[in-house]
């Protein structure tokens, strides 16, 4: 029986970090998930092998005996009392060990190799520490989704029908949703084994482009076209918002690339559903290009009667 180089069976370095042995043990269980391995043999032993490998890397103290025992594995397998519960204090020395105490792990054998019973003493309780009798359980692997709403769903909250594992889920989203925001569902991800718990599923939602108004945090901007006369003498103008028409009294002399503020007319505060952001609507002024000869006249008569005029 040969060493098992657990950080070779992960893909990672030996000085990889515990979040980079994670990342790598997730990736790892989800291609070789029994969910999806369907019955392969050989898939299901890389997944038994790669649960394994981060059982013992996935906790600091194992992986400190593991790296500690390196290929002197057999070394500890042939002190005192075998592979039922080895002293680790009489490999490592009360140095190696401060504590000096003999640790015993319960669990099955059979769901680990005979290396891994061999150092860690017939068996192991898993990296979460539940058990039930003599099985380890497992919490089921994390699952990761996309959805993909409108700004109008964003505004009102919506809800999507998601297929998981034959599986129907209703997916809802609270108004004043963000962009990428990320919502978890506890217990529906992969199924728990031996009794452990469903892992859970991580939905990111995507918020469409919307082709008037523009997000920024709890705010939104859009453009206002008005006409010259609207500009120059004021006047009550219709504005579009999320939650329809409002009307807008625009001051006189209205200027272009003015920024004018509809308050409380943005987007709903995520979870304080009676706090709105505000409405910031920049003005561009529309020319008239299609002028009569009476018009053209008024124009005409306008700019003679300002000429010499303070402004």
């Not at 998601?162 to 949703?177: E, V």
């Not at 028409?245 to 209205?254: A, E, L, R």
Request: charged share 25%; aromatic share 10%.
């Amino acid at each position: 029986m040969d060493y098992k180089d657990y950080y070779k069976i992960l893909g990672v370095e030996k000085s990889a970090s515990k979040d980079e042995i994670k990342k790598a043990y997730r990736k790892l269980a989800k291609e070789y998930h029994p969910d999806k391995t369907k019955g392969n043999k050989h898939l299901e032993e890389k997944f038994k092998e790669v649960s394994e490998a981060y059982q013992v890397l996935g906790n600091d103290e194992n992986r400190k005996k593991y790296d500690d025992l390196g290929t002197n594995w057999k070394q500890a397998q042939q002190q005192p009392g075998g592979d039922a519960g080895f002293d680790y204090s009489q490999f490592y020395g009360q140095s190696g060990q401060q504590r000096g105490q003999h640790q015993t792990y319960q669990g099955d054998p059979e769901d680990f190799s005979e290396f891994f019973n061999n150092i860690f003493g017939g068996g192991f309780s898993g990296y979460s520490g539940q058990q039930s009798g003599r099985s380890r359980q497992m919490q089921g692997q994390d699952y990761t989704a996309d959805m993909e709403i409108t700004l109008e769903e964003a505004f009102h909250g919506t809800s999507r029908i998601l297929q998981l594992n034959d599986k129907k889920l209703r997916i809802a989203t609270k108004p004043g949703t963000h962009h990428q925001q990320k919502l978890k569902l506890k217990g529906k991800g992969g199924p728990g084994m031996n009794g452990g718990p469903g892992g859970d599923l991580y939905i990111t939602v995507h918020v469409q482009k919307h082709p008037v108004f523009k997000r920024k945090e709890n705010d939104l901007y859009s453009t206002l076209i008005l006409d010259i006369y609207t500009a120059v003498l004021g006047g009550k103008v219709n504005v579009a918002t999320l939650n329809g028409n409002v009307t807008m009294n625009i001051p006189k002399g209205t200027q272009g690339g003015q920024k004018l503020r509809l308050k409380g007319k943005g987007m709903p505060v995520y979870n304080q559903p009676d706090q709105f952001g505000n409405l910031y609507v920049t003005t561009q002024i529309k020319i008239p290009i299609h002028l009569s000869p009476e018009e053209e006249k008024l124009f005409v008569e306008l700019k003679e009667k300002s000429h010499g005029q303070p402004h």
